[in-house]
């Protein structure tokens, strides 16, 4: 795709008047980094961090069949949520694999938000409209409407709560709130994130996008706020062991290979996938996600391949070097015999093979506040 086709989020001059390093992403041109993967990794960690998301998707479903149509398309159970709280779930194909994984805003029993990967936009769209048919459901996409932001890290309520007077504590995790004034702009704000940390999304309207964000960077600098770009996005939820899709769910791996089993609730009424999973699921998953740690030097980059005994049993999801752990790690997805914690394996990096070890996924503890 040549530049000048690439999409740009209300605030691709804000990135360039903050100095990023701009990168294509899913057909956006987006900030990868503005100080550096490193230093807005652990501004995040350890403080705070603010992001353009304005390329996620957001697919509206309202009409009186609205829950009916979603529960035969998720594989969670909406049922499971009050007005506005969130869900997130896989939306599977009929054989299993994964279209995308989303996050669903309930604001009522007839009115939803599907918030969708930028990269799935178009195609989950389609495979609704597709699977629409029989339900009194409209859908539209209303992306172009928002931007969104996202503050992620300890210090993100400290910084919100001088910017509004609502009081930003009372909003759960996996809650959200309308009409929140944020610098005086009208916003929905929910408590979750992408990273691992407490955090929250702003969606406002497009036309505000930057007014938003001079005022956060304003408020949130003393407080040790930076802007960040993908490169740490991917890190932080890599060590929080948080799927990507194309990475750890695709559409040939299934949720419940991808340890998501429990965002699939196979005891609900029929869904697409329902089937596929749940013969996968009486027969026993042949492989699944898993936790890697290098021995020996060289970072396990997605694609490559893991071996044991010279037996190929499976290939690297996500790796890179954890800013916080100090370890190169990796997810990988490998034959179930070989996922047994301290199985002894090897990655193969440019054909030079790589002492490795099988570890816990669970790299980093999260913490959200619930």
Not at 90 to 112: E, R
Not at 169 to 185: C, L, W
Not at 280 to 297: A, C, F, L, N, T
């Amino acid at each position: 795709m040549q530049a000048q086709e690439l999409k740009r989020t209300p605030l691709y001059s804000i990135h360039k008047e903050y100095g990023a390093r701009i990168t294509e992403f899913a057909g956006w041109e987006m900030p990868l980094q503005y100080q550096g993967i490193i230093p807005e990794h652990e501004a995040v960690r350890k403080d705070a961090g603010i992001f353009d998301v304005s390329h996620m998707g957001e697919i509206r479903v309202k009409g009186k069949e609205s829950v009916d149509f979603l529960q035969y398309v998720i594989t969670n159970d909406l049922d499971n949520i009050n007005d506005g709280a969130m869900l997130y779930t896989p939306v599977c194909y009929h054989d299993g694999g994964v279209v995308d994984d989303v996050l669903i805003y309930k604001f009522s029993q007839t009115h939803y938000c599907v918030v969708v990967n930028a990269s799935n936009r178009e195609k989950d769209y389609k495979w609704f409209i597709q699977n629409a048919e029989g339900y009194d459901v409209s859908i539209d996409d209303i992306s172009e409407q928002f931007c969104q932001l996202a503050i992620q890290g300890p210090k993100a309520e400290t910084i919100l709560k001088e910017l509004t007077q609502y009081s930003i504590s009372d909003i759960k995790f996996f809650n959200f709130r309308q009409d929140v004034s944020i610098a005086g702009v009208d916003c929905i704000v929910s408590r979750s994130g992408y990273t691992g940390e407490d955090g929250f999304e702003i969606y406002a309207p497009a036309g505000y996008a930057q007014q938003l964000w001079r005022n956060i960077i304003d408020s949130g600098t003393k407080h040790g706020l930076k802007p960040c770009g993908l490169g740490c996005r991917d890190t932080l939820r890599f060590e929080a062991s948080l799927p990507l899709y194309g990475n750890e769910i695709s559409k040939d791996i299934t949720p419940l290979e991808a340890g998501l089993g429990i965002f699939v609730k196979l005891g609900k009424t029929d869904f697409i996938g329902k089937d596929a999973l749940l013969e996968q699921k009486q027969k026993g998953v042949k492989r699944r996600i898993v936790g890697i740690e290098m021995k020996g030097g060289g970072i396990a980059r997605h694609g490559y391949d893991v071996l044991y005994s010279d037996r190929e049993i499976g290939f690297i999801t996500t790796g890179y070097r954890s800013p916080s752990l100090k370890k190169n790690i990796a997810l990988a997805m490998l034959d179930v015999d070989f996922c047994k914690i301290g199985t002894e394996v090897k990655v193969s990096i440019r054909k030079r093979m790589v002492d490795a070890v099988v570890i816990d996924r669970r790299f980093y503890n999260k913490n959200y506040k619930k």
